[in-house]
């Protein structure tokens, strides 16, 4: 199996002026290629606080994440598409603020919408797209 992404004994505390919460008690996830994982739990047991873990917008207490050298993409349940833009300019956005928008990143940006489904779909807004489809683009 290709290990692709491994969780090692991540420890989460949350530090507040009243008191320090353990958000994550010593966890660990190895992630195959080909995986489909579902963390799933009661509300405030800390599957939010690991996803922002593995995305770099929180830092674990103790621990360490191994990517493998690979990106991570993180898809939250409300897409943050931006209505006057058509689909190919959402997706165009943040490579055109990185000044990243060459013609080899512009036609990869082409070939992954034709992949995944959204060819006759580049130039529509996202309010024509489903709820699927938007998850798709985002
Ligand atoms: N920024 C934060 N500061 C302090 N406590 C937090 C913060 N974010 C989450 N928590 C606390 O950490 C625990 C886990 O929260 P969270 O990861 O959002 O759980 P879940 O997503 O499983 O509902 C909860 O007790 C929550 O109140
Ligand atoms: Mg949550």
Redo the contacts with the bound molecule.
Sequence with gaps: MNNILSINNITKI?H?PKEE?M?IDNISINVNDGDFIAIV?P???????LLSILNGQETATSGEVDYHHKTIGYMLQEDALFDWLTVLDNCLLGLKIKKQLTDDNKNYVTYLLNKYGLKDFINSYPRNLSGGMRQRVG
């Design positions: 949350y507040t919460i958000a739990g509300s405030g047991c800390g599957k939010s606080t």
